[in-house]
């Protein structure tokens, strides 16, 4: 059995019994015993990290798969990459309580461990948009530290969505957290840009959105 299929074995573990599983739970899910489990990740730490990895590519491929950044809007590109980071937390909601609260790590400084999978989102995200964009102007740092900000947010929406602060019965219907996670993140971007001296059309595409304030006169 290889790691992937180990992985499949934690979600179906994760969804059958909620975020507080055990390297044991996981090992019965696959149908083998737990020292199998640990000759292909040599901690729980590192099962975290494959964990968080499948999520990272399944939202990079399902909202990369539903955008064109040629054409779309940046204001569109914001909605769709929204839309499907809802969905998917939709269909792995003890996923992302497992995230969240990183329950395998609270021993192993888990702050740290998040931030790190934080931060290799962010170097992605801001090296594909940067690309997209091709322009000198926009600042590196300034674009990863927005992204980076970005996740934060999105992240701590996502606590309270799935319930972490909930005094109502029934959870904020989809369209409306959407709605606010592309709001947030449309405000962040465009206090980045002013910041930087520049102005965001979210009507234009990504590479024709951003633009000098001097030019823009």
């Known amino acids: 059995m290889v790691r992937e299929e180990f992985v499949d074995a ?7 019994i909620g975020p507080d599983v055990s390297m044991d ?8 015993a737990k020292p199998k489990l640990y000759r292909h990740f ?20 399902r909202v990369l798969s539903s955008i064109n950044l040629m054409s779309d809007s940046a204001g569109e590109l914001v909605r769709r ?19 969240v609260h990183s329950h395998f790590t609270h021993q192993m400084d888990e702050s740290e461990r998040t931030l790190q999978s934080a931060r ?6 801001a090296e594909l948009f940067s690309n997209a964009l091709d322009d000198d102007s926009i600042d590196g740092d300034y674009a990863e530290l927005t992204i980076y900000s970005i996740f934060g947010a ?11 602060n909930r005094t109502q019965g029934d959870p904020m219907a989809i369209d409306k957290f959407v709605e606010y996670l592309a709001t947030t993140v449309s405000s962040l971007a465009e206090s980045t840009a002013r910041l930087s001296g520049m102005t965001v059309d979210p ?13 823009s006169q």
């Open 10 to 16: 934690a979600f179906r573990a994760l969804g059958k």
């Open 25 to 32: 739970d996981i090992a019965k899910e696959a149908g083998t």
């Open 42 to 61: 040599k901690d729980k730490v590192d099962l975290f990290d494959a964990i968080v990895d499948r999520v990272q590519d399944m939202l990079w491929e």
């Open 81 to 99: 990459g929204a839309t499907e980071y809802a969905k998917v937390v939709m269909e792995y909601p003890n996923v992302f309580r497992f995230m």
């Open 120 to 125: 290799q989102s962010a170097r992605r995200a």
């Open 154 to 164: 999105v992240a701590s929406a996502t606590d309270w969505w799935l319930g972490a």
């Open 203 to 215: 009507s234009l595409p990504l590479h024709l959105a951003f633009s000098n304030d001097e030019s």
